[in-house]
């Protein structure tokens, strides 16, 4: 073993048992040398890997402190309340330290490239790449039909904006749905109409209908792990949507932002049933950093030449480096390593979740449902029972929550939908909160 590796072993045995504390300062670098007997290079690169490993931290003209660790975190974080609110990524399950060398790599592999400007399309060989990692979520495409975007939000306001063959204009929804495109919609004074979903699913004569008789330019649905709802579409919905879509010329645009949380293997997605009228988006953001922005499109070909066009005069090309590293981590295994570990988080969580729901849900018109896998899902409130007060009431228990009202369109009729994440909540507070959540809505019953 080398001499600044028994040293990096040392320092970490005592931030784990609690010898050095979080935000503890350690001894100097000359300090270090002396009691460890090395040189004060051995010390600097000890320090440096700590500081990769997230253990250390530097302060210039300071020196190194330690980083809490997350036992330290959990005590403190007792009593910060129950973030049932938030759809953000958990830091805690996230590859800082495997991403970090995929950055370090890409700089490395494709330097002459981060000063030239790329394609709108994207990075030829990550496009090679995409178009078999894709296949493994049965998107069976040729790298020509697959665009890297900055987040799918990007592919979002491009489809609002250019032109489809057919000359249609308005978009239709689910509701509720997405917030982020309600709002892009009503900024650009794009047509949008609704069709109501719930946990069961949509109505399809209903959607026949709109397909048929409408001026529909495309149907924008999240088929899995819907947001807000968190429910899924069965095979057969998938299917009937893929077969209208083609009979009525619609394009349906599929938004597969959670499918790599999916646990069951024949859970295909719609693109899988007709890929000639559906745009296939994907984001990466969910799996890896939310400031990755990096996204997929997957589009027909008679839609491919008109957006890249638009993409290119919206930001030329997407980060070079945020796809060098993409590619990087993809080849390398990482993401599927990575993936499964998200997976099994968020799933013990979603579990453990439904157990809580199950056992504190006592009264009938209060709905909650049941899910096996995903990051959210919702309970229904009935109309008597005010969602916005029972809000504020647990706001002040330091219970997080937000209903579903900014999901839908103002034309269109609300339900009193409770969104639950479980993203940003450990697993043994999740009990503690759903209990605490039935016992306002007791209260509020009885007053």
């Given at each position: 073993m080398?001499?600044?590796?028994?040293?990096?072993q040392?320092?970490?045995?005592?931030?784990?048992d609690?010898?050095?504390?979080g935000?503890q300062?350690?001894?100097?670098?000359r300090?270090?040398?002396?009691?460890y007997?090395?040189?004060?290079s051995?010390?600097?690169?000890?320090?440096?890997?700590l500081?990769?490993?997230h253990?250390?931290?530097?302060?210039?003209?300071?020196?190194?402190?330690?980083v809490?660790?997350?036992?330290?975190?959990t005590?403190a974080s007792?009593?910060?309340?129950?973030?049932?609110?938030?759809?953000?990524?958990d830091p805690?399950v996230?590859?800082?330290?495997?991403?970090?060398?995929?950055?370090?790599k890409?700089?490395?592999?494709?330097?002459?490239?981060?000063?030239?400007?790329?394609?709108?399309?994207?990075?030829?060989?990550l496009?090679?790449?995409l178009?078999?990692h894709?296949?493994?979520?049965q998107?069976f495409?040729p790298?020509?039909?697959?665009?890297?975007?900055?987040?799918?939000?990007?592919a979002?306001?491009i489809?609002?904006?250019m032109?489809?063959?057919?000359?249609?204009?308005t978009?239709?929804?689910e509701q509720?749905t997405?917030?982020i495109?309600?709002?892009m919609?009503a900024?650009f004074?794009?047509?949008?109409q609704?069709?109501?979903r719930?946990?069961?699913?949509?109505?399809?004569?209903?959607?026949?209908?709109l397909?048929?008789?409408?001026?529909i330019?495309?149907f924008y649905?999240?088929?899995?792990?819907?947001?807000?709802?968190?429910a899924?579409?069965?095979t057969?919905t998938?299917?009937a949507?893929?077969?209208?879509?083609?009979?009525y010329?619609?394009?349906?645009?599929?938004?597969d932002?959670?499918?790599?949380l999916e646990t069951?293997p024949?859970?295909?997605?719609?693109?899988?049933?007709?890929?000639s009228?559906?745009v296939?988006l994907?984001?990466?953001?969910?799996?890896?950093f939310?400031?990755?922005r990096?996204?997929?499109?997957?589009l027909?070909?008679?839609?491919?030449?008109v957006?890249?066009?638009?993409?290119?005069?919206?930001?030329?090309?997407s980060?070079?480096?945020?796809q060098?590293a993409?590619?990087?981590?993809i080849?390398?295994?990482?993401f599927?390593?990575?993936?499964?570990k998200?997976?099994?988080t968020?799933?013990?969580?979603?579990?453990?979740?439904?157990r809580?729901?199950?056992a504190?849900?006592?009264?009938?018109?209060?709905?909650?449902?049941?899910?096996?896998a995903?990051?959210?899902t919702?309970?229904e409130?009935?109309?008597?029972?005010?969602?916005?007060?029972?809000?504020?009431?647990?706001?002040?228990?330091?219970?997080?929550?937000?209903?579903a009202?900014?999901?839908?369109?103002?034309s269109?009729?609300?339900r009193?939908l409770?969104?639950?994440s479980?993203?940003?909540?450990a697993?043994?507070?999740?009990?503690?909160?759903?209990?605490a959540?039935?016992?306002?809505i007791?209260?509020m019953?009885r007053?």
């Amino acid at each position: 073993m080398m001499r600044y590796e028994a040293l990096i072993q040392d320092i970490e045995r005592k931030i784990e048992d609690g010898r050095i504390r979080g935000g503890q300062k350690l001894p100097s670098v000359r300090e270090a040398s002396d009691a460890y007997a090395c040189s004060k290079s051995t010390v600097l690169r000890a320090y440096a890997e700590l500081e990769k490993r997230h253990r250390l931290y530097s302060v210039p003209q300071s020196g190194y402190y330690a980083v809490a660790q997350k036992q330290e975190e959990t005590s403190a974080s007792a009593n910060a309340g129950w973030n049932f609110a938030s759809v953000a990524p958990d830091p805690e399950v996230f590859p800082y330290l495997d991403f970090q060398h995929c950055i370090n790599k890409a700089i490395d592999r494709y330097r002459n490239h981060l000063f030239t400007y790329g394609t709108p399309q994207g990075l030829p060989s990550l496009l090679q790449v995409l178009s078999k990692h894709l296949a493994a979520y049965q998107v069976f495409a040729p790298p020509e039909r697959i665009t890297v975007t900055s987040g799918v939000q990007q592919a979002l306001s491009i489809l609002t904006h250019m032109p489809f063959p057919s000359g249609r204009r308005t978009v239709l929804v689910e509701q509720p749905t997405y917030t982020i495109l309600l709002e892009m919609l009503a900024l650009f004074g794009v047509p949008v109409q609704g069709i109501a979903r719930t946990e069961r699913g949509i109505d399809l004569d209903e959607l026949e209908t709109l397909f048929r008789d409408g001026d529909i330019k495309f149907f924008y649905t999240i088929p899995r792990f819907q947001n807000p709802l968190g429910a899924s579409y069965g095979t057969e919905t998938k299917k009937a949507i893929a077969a209208l879509a083609k009979r009525y010329d619609v394009i349906v645009v599929e938004d597969d932002f959670l499918a790599d949380l999916e646990t069951d293997p024949k859970a295909d997605p719609i693109h899988a049933y007709g890929a000639s009228h559906v745009v296939y988006l994907k984001s990466y953001s969910k799996i890896l950093f939310p400031g990755l922005r990096v996204g997929v499109a997957v589009l027909p070909p008679g839609l491919q030449d008109v957006f890249s066009r638009y993409k290119r005069f919206t930001d030329i090309d997407s980060s070079m480096l945020s796809q060098a590293a993409l590619e990087i981590y993809i080849q390398s295994g990482m993401f599927a390593r990575r993936k499964r570990k998200i997976s099994d988080t968020y799933r013990h969580r979603m579990l453990r979740l439904v157990r809580a729901l199950d056992a504190c849900n006592g009264t009938q018109d209060v709905r909650h449902l049941r899910l096996e896998a995903g990051m959210h899902t919702h309970i229904e409130l009935p109309p008597t029972l005010r969602s916005k007060t029972l809000i504020d009431r647990l706001a002040k228990k330091k219970i997080e929550l937000r209903d579903a009202d900014a999901c839908f369109l103002p034309s269109f009729p609300k339900r009193p939908l409770l969104q639950l994440s479980i993203s940003q909540i450990a697993d043994d507070r999740i009990d503690e909160g759903v209990a605490a959540l039935f016992a306002e809505i007791a209260r509020m019953r009885r007053s």
